[in-house]
Each structure stands twice: as C-alpha cells, then as structure tokens.
C-alpha cells in the first residue's frame, strides 16, 4: 500500500507537526518505491505557489482552512471545491478524498485529518489510485479514542511490570525506570495512528509506589513519551491515585472538599501543563479494588471527580473516571448482593452533577470483561452525564493471548447494541454523544453530556514482545477496535481484512526470499518499526494470487468466529468466571464460588445460574430500559447466550434454541474444542509453505497447542462438573470422566 503512494508524484500542502509527519510518511515510501514528494508551506491558496516546474503531481496531500478549498495549478480546481465544501463539516480528524482525471486529492481542514486521510490511502492501496472515485467524506463517530495501560513502573511483586499483560514487559517502562527504546515508542505511536487512536494513559489504573510520582519528580519520563507520540496525533493521559497529596507525604488529607487538596491538585495540573502543553487528562480508579477514593472523606464520586475537573479545566483537560466500583469484599454467603448492580447503583444517583469535562468510564458489561456479557445498564441510564466504553484487548478472560481470540464482532455487537429497541440510540451513538457541528462544539444543553461524548477506551494488549501482542494474531484485536471506535458499523469481519492486507501485503505471500511484512526481522505486523504494510521491493516471478487466498483464506477459518468458539470451551450461556482465581487463565469451576469477589454461578444438584430478576432475584434486570427490562426478566425470551447471566434454571430447562441446558454445554464444550483442533490443522496446512514467516508460524503454531490442551481442560473439567452435579448424561454418550 505505502508502494502505491510511493510510486508517485506527491505535493503535501500545509504545515504543523502532523503535516510533518505525513510529508515523512510519503517520504519514506518514496525513498523506498520511487516516485517524488514535493511539501509547500501555508494553505495552497496562491496558484503559483503550485509550482510548474516539476512533474505535476497525482497525488495532492492538502490542508484547507476550513471552507475555502486550495486552488492552484496543481488541484483540479472543480475537485478542490467539492472537496473543500466537504471537509468544512469534517472536524478536526475529518478529511475527504476524491480521484478526477488522474489525480487523487486528499483534502482535510487540519492536520489530524491529513494524516488519518493517509493511512485511509494505505488502506485503499492501489484502489486509491485507478479508477475515477467520487468525494468521500470521513470522519471519527467517536472522538476520543483512548488507549489504557495497565503498565506499571515498578515491577508488581504479583501482576509483574504489566498487570494482566501477555506481551512480555512494557514498552514504557522497566525496573522503576523508563523502558529506554524511545524509536519502539515511536513505532506504537505510529501503529496506533494507522489504527485511529488518539490518546492513552502510560501507567496502571492501579498506581502504586513510583507511579505516583509521574505527577511530580517523574514527570520529565511522562513529558518525554509524549514528545514521542505528539507527531502521530497521541496525547498522553496519565492514571493518578486519588490520595496522592498524602501518599507523597504533602499534605494530611487527599479529602476533594479541602482547598489544600484542591491547590494541590490545581499546581500539579499546572505543572504538567507546563512540560505537555497537550497533555489529555488524568484517569482515577477511585473505591475500587482498594484503590483510595473519595469515599474515605465521606464526599461522593462526583466531588472527587470534579475536584480534579476543575484543576485540569484551564487546560482544556478531561477526567476519566472509572464506574468500575463494586464491593470487593463481599460474604458469599450474601444473597442480596449482586455485583452486576453495583456501578449503576453507585453512579446513577450523581447523573448531571459531573463537570463538563469529566467522563465516566464504563465497562462494557456490568461484571468484569467476560466472554459474554450483557451490556451495562449504565451506558442507558446516565443522559446528562459524558460516558466512554471502555474494553479490553489485552484477553485477561479471553485466552491471554495464548489463544485466538478475535473480539471484533464481540466488540461491534455491543456498539451496535439498541438498549431502547431497534431504531433507538445505539451504544455508540450513546458514547458518541450529541450530534455535533463538526468544529468540535456539541449541540445539545444541559448537563456534562452536552460537552459531548466520552468515547472510547480500550485496555492495551501490547508489550515489548517481537509481535507486539505475543499472540501474533492478537494485533488484529488492536487494529479492530481502532477501526470500531472510528466507525463503529464497520463489519468487524471486513475490518479484518483489512489488517489481514496490510500485515501480510501482498507481494510477501509466495515469495519465501522476499520481505514478510509480519514476522520477519524486527518488522512484524501492523505498522511496527518498518514499514506499514512492508512490501519487498523485488518482484517475484511466481503470480501471488493463489497463496493470498489460500492465507485470507486461513487466517479468516483461524479468526472470524475465534471469540466463539472460545465462548462455547469456556463458561457457558453468560455465566461468567470459572476461571482459575488470581490469574484468571484456564477452568476452575468453583474457583470464585465461595470467594468474596462476588462472582458466583449458584450451580447445585438441580440448576445452575443467577438469579437477577425482579420477580424472585436481585432486580438487576430492573436496571435496563424497555424492551430489554422485560425480554431480559422472561424465561421465555431472554437470549440463550445470556440465559444464566439472568436467571437460575432446572438443568432440563430447555432453550429457545430447543437443547436443554445441560445438553447445551455437553454440546458447546464437544463443539468448542473440535473447531480448535480444526484451526490447528489449518494452521498446520500452511506450515513450510513461505506463505508468512517460519518464526511466525512456528509462534502460532505452538500458541494452538496450548490451546487446544487448555480447550480440552476446559471440556473435560465442565463437562464432567456438570455430568457429576445434575446426573443427567450425553444424549450422544460421549465421553465425559
Ligand atoms: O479485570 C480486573 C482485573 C484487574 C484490573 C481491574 C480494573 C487494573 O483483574 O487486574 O485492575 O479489573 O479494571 O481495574
């Protein structure tokens, strides 16, 4: 793709950092496929500012202050004015893009958009550049776009330098100190761009010891990092500890109400303001797992949030609040309480008292990231308030990147999820907030949700492995939910073919002597440290068609319906947990049963499930709107896959699907495990053919083995749990111990 670009005659128009980087990104490519890239300063207003004297240009790369179009020699002038029209209504991010007599033009009203319009050209690859196309406008449905890194300064005597990493240490950090690869940081900032991204935090949500002190005597590591990602359109966001006025040892009290705490907060703000003039904001874990907050003051959730909203607000700085709160400590014995209320409970009452500039971060579900999830009655239940999905690529309870597991469609489901019905408001929409003008001023009045939505979060499942995410097909995770929280209806499936194309291009399929683009020397994947989407620069004599295919062809049999067939091995019908306590990998049924994190699936001699209606149970059901209130309280029409989220049933009740519920997960958890091996033979088939990289394949080949050993734990463990608790055996009479 970037070998389209380079192969021709490039004029970038504009200045600014992020024009910068796009007239290095086009510099790149040419240095390495031809072509020539000439850069003119200022908004191409002159005509003779175009330039005669050279080659003209085929691809126009142009910054237009919003409403007047650049006309000159070199831009078709009728295009230049559609165009122009186009992206007066674009935004920021926005850029619009049309081909007419030869000549692509890429228009955008700033910088931002110049450089998300040039990887959308590396998207289109030689499609950019053939056939006349019509203007075509885009733009990001969510604004902000956050990455999370539960990364941690010092080395976590349980969780290590990454807490619920699976990608080897931080790329941030090591040992306290920073990590020391400054060129590595670059490279992610570069791939978070190409996959939509526009900020993240660089430490834990826990913080702890040294962390704390990036607020004060630490904060040159922060200012360094985002001097690093500034020319690709990352603002750096830090997580904060609530008390950190005391922790520090600077004041006696972190209460919100003091006003030493609040200057306190108010000159550390300044302080940072100072060294990152862009600086994103902070994010609070707050009463949260032990984390300190403003409960301890006897002050609510609100106080504690505006506090610090109002010591970032002269910045133009935004709190992320995290909703996560819940009682960690719970007796299980305690019937009464239901974990699954907790954040809508704690939160809801505070709907309109938040600043403008705080953003509630919500998880998608209402537990803790589980395979199945129904979404959280939050996102519904909070209009005056500005909200952000948060969810997780790093796969805590989704195989740790020891297994496939691609959550695009998990992800595209919940941000197309309706919670008023068909044709109301969807979760995106919800996040998205108001309708706006473009210019980043929101319509809409009343409350902190008019200043607009709160996006999206997603918890990082990047580290410093060679592949980025140890799993090498974990990548995909991340360059879907960029691609998701930009344009949240795209087909998560086709968002895959998309990272399919651009991280095995085409001309290294077939070709074993040529440049992989995944896997090879030091350029793995997406983005990377190489080139994104590296082709070779030799042609290959052998016609590569056929072996793109049958790779498509295999990555899509591994990938598309990885999540799952994951869900059908592990704990069934939204039931959630049965993982092993700690680090959550591999089945322990009753491994929370009788524990106090209150993650319970109540399975007997009769029946299994929680029971969270109005009628009998916790009323959790209660907190959605209708329909879902209602579909989710009846037996009858709640959907199988969340049946024992919603209700405890008889192991014979059957399902609308017309299995009963025990035969269900004999079947599921059968079914499960003989996809897995499917995959692994799949995989197998490939081997030795050059189609990618050997080291890579040889990684995902022994990722599969885990795998499947661990599907068949999965199997045999909750299979026999539920053979040995109902008595009721395999309608087939397979196996179970
Ligand atoms: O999923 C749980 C994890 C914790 C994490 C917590 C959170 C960062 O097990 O490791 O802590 O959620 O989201 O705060």
């Not at 970037?2 to 970038?12: K, Q, S």
């Not at 009045?445 to 709160?454: D, I, K, Q, R, V």
């Not at 990548?475 to 968002?495: C, E, M």
Request: hydrophobic share 40%; aromatic share 8%; proline share 7%.
């Amino acid at each position: 793709a970037f070998r389209a670009i380079g192969a021709h005659h490039t004029l970038v128009y504009g200045d600014g950092t992020l024009v910068d980087t796009v007239y290095d990104e086009v510099g790149r490519a040419r240095a390495r496929y031809g072509g020539t890239v000439r850069r003119l300063s200022g908004q191409a207003t002159e005509p003779e500012r175009a330039g005669a004297d050279e080659t003209p240009a085929d691809l126009v790369l142009a910054l237009a202050p919003t409403g007047s179009p650049p006309a000159g020699g070199a831009l078709p002038a009728e295009v230049g004015s559609e165009l122009g029209a186009e992206v007066a209504g674009l935004g920021p991010e926005g850029f619009a893009l049309a081909r007419r007599g030869g000549v692509t033009v890429l228009l955008a009203a700033a910088p931002a958009g110049l450089l998300y319009g040039l990887f959308h050209l590396v998207r289109l690859g030689p499609a950019a550049f053939g056939a006349d196309r019509p203007v075509e406008a885009h733009r990001p449905a969510l604004r902000l776009r956050l990455v999370s890194h539960w990364d941690n300064l010092d080395v976590h005597p349980v969780m290590g330098q990454v807490e619920r990493g699976y990608a080897g240490g931080s790329i941030f950090w090591r040992d306290g100190a920073p990590a020391g690869d400054p060129e590595r940081i670059r490279a992610y900032a570069r791939l978070l761009a190409a996959c939509g991204m526009n900020a993240m935090t660089v430490n834990n949500v826990n913080v702890h010891g040294t962390a704390t002190r990036l607020l004060t005597d630490r904060l040159d590591d922060v200012a360094a990092i985002a001097d690093l990602v500034r020319p690709y359109g990352i603002r750096v966001h830090l997580s904060v500890n609530f008390a950190a006025p005391v922790s520090l040892g600077e004041l006696p009290t972190a209460d919100p109400l003091d006003e030493r705490v609040r200057a306190w907060w108010a000159k550390a703000a300044g302080r940072l303001y100072e060294a990152i003039p862009d600086f994103g904001g902070f994010m609070v874990k707050a009463d949260s797992e032990g984390q300190p907050g403003p409960y301890r003051y006897r002050r609510d959730h609100a106080d504690g949030a505006n506090m610090l909203a109002d010591a970032l607000a002269p910045f133009g700085g935004v709190v992320h609040w995290r909703a996560f709160v819940y009682n960690h400590r719970q007796d299980w014995r305690d019937r009464s309480t239901d974990r699954a209320r907790a954040a809508y409970d704690h939160f809801t009452p505070l709907d309109g008292r938040f600043r403008d500039n705080v953003i509630l971060q919500v998880k998608h579900g209402p537990i803790d990231f589980q395979v199945r999830e129904p979404v959280s009655p939050v996102l519904t239940a909070m209009p005056n308030t500005r909200l952000a999905l948060e969810v997780q690529a790093t796969q805590e309870y989704t195989g740790q990147q020891r297994h496939v597991c691609y959550l695009g469609p998990y992800w595209s489901e919940v941000l197309r999820f309706a919670p008023w019905g068909p044709g109301r408001p969807t979760v995106a929409s919800l996040v998205a907030g108001p309708a706006d003008d473009g210019d980043g001023a929101p319509a809409g009045n009343g409350g902190g949700a008019s200043a607009g939505g709160g996006g999206l979060v997603v918890v990082s499942n990047v580290g410093d492995d060679h592949y980025w995410t140890g799993h090498p097909l974990a990548q995909a995770n991340l360059y879907a939910v960029g691609r998701l929280a930009w344009a949240p209806d795209l087909d998560p499936v086709a968002v895959l073919d998309e990272w399919i194309d651009l991280t095995f291009p085409a001309s290294a399929t077939g070709d074993p002597d040529s440049e992989p683009g995944a896997g090879s020397d030091g350029e793995p994947g997406i983005g990377s440290d190489g080139e994104l989407g590296t082709e070779p620069d030799s042609g290959s004599d052998r016609k590569p068609d056929a072996d793109r295919e049958t790779l498509r062809g295999t990555l899509h049999a591994l990938m598309d319906d990885s999540w799952r067939t994951y869900e059908r091995y592990t704990a069934p019908l939204g039931v959630g947990f049965m993982v092993a306590p700690g680090h959550h990998y591999g089945p322990d049924v009753d491994g929370y049963e009788y524990s106090r994190w209150g993650t319970y699936h109540f399975a007997d001699r009769d029946g299994v499930g929680v029971d969270r209606t109005r009628a009998s149970g916790t009323g959790f059901t209660g907190q959605y709107p209708q329909p879902w209130s209602d579909r989710y309280e009846s037996l009858a029409d709640c959907p199988d896959n969340l049946l024992l989220f919603f209700h405890h049933v008889p192991y014979r009740h059957v399902l609308r699907s017309g299995a009963t519920v025990v035969q269900h997960i004999y079947d599921t958890h059968f079914a499960g495990v003989d996809q897995v091996a499917r995959m692994r033979r799949r995989w197998d088939r490939i081997g030795g053919s050059g189609l990618v990289d050997a080291a890579l394949h040889a990684r995902v080949a022994d990722r599969l083995a885990e795998q499947q050993r661990c599907a068949e734990e999965w199997r045999d463990q909750v299979n026999t749990y539920f053979l040995r608790k109902s008595g009721v055996p395999d309608a087939h009479g397979r196996r179970i111990h």
